[in-house]
Nanobody
Framework: EVQLVESGGGLVQPGGSLRLSCAAS????????MSWVRRAPGKGLEWVSR????????DNADSVKGRFTISRDNAKNTLYLQMNSLKPEDTAVYYC??????????????WGQGTQVTVSS
């Protein structure tokens, strides 16, 4: 059974940093592209960042470019999102999601349960 478990969320002041983790199990993590997606209060899902299976290609949404960095450790079956210079508008539930192939594109085929990030003074 595919499982994705996010952790690392919390309350942080504007300008602060957090690192999210997503522990993957039930599939060969190194074969699949992964993504971070968020849902802000009262809004729809927003794609944040994505990375290919090997970890050598990544892409970020314009709203987080220069502030967020996605990475992965295939030996540890873990996906990360380093978030710096956080803003109140980054407040959201953050989900990791799995693509059904090694490169990003198309629909996700698995989701985690999400971790809450709140940016507030």
């Amino acid at each position: 059974e595919v499982q994705l478990v996010e952790s690392g969320g919390g309350l942080v002041q504007p300008g602060g940093s957090l690192r999210l983790s997503c522990a993957a199990s039930g599939f060969t993590f190194s074969l699949y592209a992964m993504s971070w997606v968020r849902r802000a209060p009262g809004k729809g899902l927003e794609w944040v960042s994505r990375i290919n299976s090997g970890g050598y290609a990544a892409d970020n949404a314009d709203s987080v470019k220069g502030r967020f960095t996605i990475s992965r450790d295939n030996a540890k079956n873990t996906l990360y999102l380093q978030m710096n210079s956080l803003k109140p508008e980054d407040t959201a539930v953050y989900y990791c999601a799995k693509y059904p192939q090694s490169s990003w594109g198309g629909q996700y085929d698995a989701w985690g349960q999400g971790t809450q990030v709140t940016v507030s003074s």
